[in-house]
């Protein structure tokens, strides 16, 4: 937390600590007092813990999907954890209630959907998508939901939480799939996944929309990582071409805490229709349902749900607007960058080879001085291990069939099922001063 954060958080507390002493003088209970010997040793030991994790914070982490929320997020999340509301019911929070409905409105609005929507923010993408899932198997009782090969895992796992039967749709080299090989009459949800896990990929929406139209078959859009992308729909750092059709879908799961700058605990469900509140109906007597607003408990999977989150998002969505040139789109312009920068590195090193061209920020490359897959997959492991050992450069692995592989890279020879390349998800701004530094340092270890 970088000092203007520390002050800015200081005195709001200090506002807040005004408010809680205006109700009369309280006291801390002796029970939940602590010696300061103990305090300063069970602090201690935990920041000495802390320092085994990865450094998220610093481009030359440029692994997996992580990195701390923005200071003032924190600062945002910070004030409101010290109240504690809960944005189960509105009496569990009314202020930060309503900031949950207003960051999800505009969330709402970013993605093209009108003022009549349902939606709220969940604790994870997994949870989001659960619940849209849930949602689509109540809206088609008795039909499959389908999915590529490249979704999340976590929807063949829901799948099977529900009790629905997933199919996995096969997808051509260029990205389209295969819908000739689906039985239209038994699916009905296709789950569109804008930026993949893996290698960020954008699945074709347009090519999609007109065909589930046509056999009244639902969309459900899975931006969990990619959301936020959408911002650079107009510009020509990306192909907006999907991005553009986002409101034609029945619902949408986005997760701020992945490129939203938020701390985990942030996923958002969107659902198009409004008239999908009717399958969350509940009734409990211990509920505190205290007026005729619209809780948001009511139209959630789950009950108590951490009011600091929506409060982290709502100041973050003042600060950073989901605007192209204000806010995050500058921010993902960086990171698509930095990207597109490692791709024409990786492309001009004799060392390395970019596997395909990276749609957003997610770049998969491998060392290229050799001639078969399994050596291609023995020396990504070995980079990887040894620039994380010397504390150099961190990276992550990405398997992939070798018969898809060697469809890109036909000069290699399959001698294994499977081939082991390189993954960086430049999710960070910095990253994109950074990628000359880490590919030098990444070709040190080849
Ligand atoms: C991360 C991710 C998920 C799962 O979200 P969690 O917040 O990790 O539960 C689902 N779908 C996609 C595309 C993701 O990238």
């Not at 505009?106 to 959907?113: C, M, N, P, V």
């Not at 999340?152 to 000739?180: A, Q, W």
């Not at 020509?236 to 992945?258: F, Q, R, Y």
Request: glycine share 6%; net charge negative.
């Amino acid at each position: 937390m970088n000092t203007s954060s520390k002050n800015i958080l200081h005195n709001s507390l200090a506002t807040l600590k005004e408010w809680q002493d205006s109700f009369g003088e309280w006291r801390q209970d002796a029970t939940l007092e602590v010696s300061d010997e103990k305090i300063e040793a069970t602090f201690n030991r935990l920041a000495q813990r802390l320092k085994c994790n990865f450094p998220f914070h610093h481009p030359a982490y440029a692994g997996q999907m992580l990195k701390p929320p923005h200071p003032l997020t924190w600062a945002a999340y910070a004030m409101a954890m010290s109240i504690n509301p809960n944005n189960h019911a509105l009496d569990g929070g009314p202020p930060s209630s309503e900031m949950e409905k207003e960051a999800v409105n505009e969330l709402a609005h970013f993605f093209g959907y009108g003022d009549e929507f349902l939606g709220h923010l969940t604790a994870s993408g997994t949870i989001a998508n659960l619940e849209a899932l849930w949602i689509a198997r109540e809206s088609h009782p008795d039909k499959k939901i389908a999915f590529s090969s490249q979704a999340h895992y976590t929807h063949e796992r829901m799948c099977s939480v529900l009790r629905v039967e997933g199919v996995k749709i096969p997808v051509f080299e260029d990205g389209t799939f295969d819908l000739n090989s689906i039985d239209t009459d038994t699916i009905g949800t296709i789950v569109v996944t804008l930026g993949t896990t893996g290698l960020g990929e954008v699945e074709p929406l347009d090519q999609i929309l007109p065909w589930a139209k046509e056999h009244g078959i639902r969309i459900h859009i899975d931006a969990a990582y990619g959301g936020f992308f959408r911002t650079l729909k107009d510009t020509d750092l990306i192909d907006g071409t999907s991005w553009k059709l986002m409101e034609h879908a029945d619902s949408i799961v986005v997760d701020p805490h992945k490129h939203g700058l938020q701390p985990y605990g942030c996923g958002c469900v969107l659902f198009k229709d409004p008239a999908v509140g009717k399958f969350y109906k509940h009734d409990s007597p211990y509920t505190y349902f205290t007026s005729e607003d619209l809780h948001l408990g009511e139209i959630s999977l789950e009950c108590s749900r951490a009011g600091a989150a929506a409060v982290a998002l709502w100041a973050t969505l003042q600060l950073f607007p989901l605007k192209e040139k204000e806010g995050f789109g500058p921010i993902l312009g960086k990171c698509r960058n930095a990207a597109l920068k490692m791709h024409e590195l990786t492309e001009a090193s004799s060392k390395f080879k970019p596997y395909k061209k990276p749609e957003l920020d997610i770049l998969g490359y491998f060392p290229s001085d050799v001639t078969t897959t399994s050596e291609i997959s023995s020396k990504s492991k070995r980079i990887f291990d040894s620039g994380m050992k010397d504390q150099s450069f961190y990276l992550s692995l990405y398997r992939i069939p070798a018969e898809d592989f060697t469809k890109l890279h036909p000069e290699f020879n399959a001698d294994s099922e499977d081939v082991t390349i390189l993954r960086s998800v430049f999710m960070k701004p910095e990253h994109e001063r950074y990628v000359e530094e880490l590919i030098e340092k990444i070709s040190l270890h080849v």
